[in-house]
C-alpha cells in the first residue's frame, strides 16, 4: 500500500462514523425528490432521535419479557440472557483490502433497555455486554454439539465509534446461562422457545431521563 493511501478498514471505519451526517445531509437536500409511504419515517430517522429517552428495567419483544442483569440478580429466575445472529465486518488485518462479512453467533446479557422516541414512531434497544464470540477464547463446541460461552473476555466495551452494544428489541432472542460444573467460568446457553405474553400492568418501567445523545 502506498504511502498516504487509506486501507480498505480505514474507509470502511470512516463511512460507519460518517454515514449519520451523510444520510442526514442526502434526505434534508432531496426531500422534493422523496415520495411513497415512508418519507415520513426517513425524514424522522434523518432529524434524529429526541434528546431524552425512556429506560425500563424489563420489556417485552418476540414472545419473551426480557429483564435486566440488575433486576435479574434480584430474583430467582433469569430472564437476562440475549442472543443473535448479526452480520459482522472483519478483516485479517489493517493493510487487508478484502472486506468480509457473515453472520456470527452474539450470545450476551442484558444491561439497560432505553427506547429512542422519533417524530411518529419510537425504536426500543438493548445494551448488553457481549461474549467475545469471534474468538475460541469466548465460545467453543465440544463434540457432541453443545455451546460454551465465556464472559470473562467481552466484546464492544471501549468507547470506539465502530463498538456498538447496543441492538434494536426486535433482534433478541432469549437464552439462560447453566453455569458449566466442569470447567469454571464457561456456561452453556439454553435457547428458549417463544410465548404468547399478555401485558397485565406493574411497576416494570422506570421514567428516568438520560443524558442527550451528542449531535
Aim: net charge neutral; charged share 25%.
Amino acid at each position: 500500500m502506498r504511502r498516504g493511501q487509506r486501507s480498505a478498514s480505514e474507509i470502511d471505519k470512516k463511512v460507519h462514523r460518517e454515514f449519520p451526517h451523510r444520510f442526514r445531509n442526502r434526505i434534508c437536500n432531496n426531500l422534493d425528490n422523496i415520495d411513497g409511504p415512508d418519507k415520513d419515517v426517513l425524514i424522522s430517522l434523518a432529524h434524529g432521535p429526541y434528546d431524552k429517552v425512556k429506560r425500563f428495567t424489563a420489556f417485552n419483544v418476540n414472545g419473551f419479557k426480557f429483564r435486566t442483569l440488575e433486576r435479574d440478580n434480584l430474583l430467582k429466575t433469569q430472564n437476562s440472557g440475549v442472543f443473535g445472529m448479526f452480520g459482522t465486518r472483519s478483516y485479517s488485518s489493517n493493510s487487508d483490502t478484502q472486506m468480509r462479512f457473515g453472520g456470527v453467533p452474539y450470545y450476551g446479557r442484558l444491561i439497560d433497555i432505553i427506547v429512542l422516541s422519533y417524530d411518529g414512531f419510537i425504536v426500543p434497544m438493548f445494551k448488553c455486554e457481549w461474549a467475545n464470540t469471534i474468538n475460541p477464547r469466548g465460545i467453543k463446541i465440544d463434540k457432541l454439539g453443545f455451546t460454551s460461552i465465556n464472559f470473562a473476555r467481552l466484546l464492544h466495551t471501549e468507547e470506539h465509534e465502530d463498538n456498538e452494544p447496543y441492538i434494536q428489541a426486535s433482534e433478541a432472542q432469549m437464552v439462560f446461562y447453566v453455569d458449566d460444573e466442569n470447567e469454571q467460568g464457561w456456561s452453556i446457553p439454553v435457547h428458549l422457545k417463544q410465548r404468547k405474553l399478555y401485558d397485565m400492568g406493574g411497576n416494570d418501567e422506570i421514567m428516568t431521563p438520560i443524558e442527550p445523545y451528542p449531535s
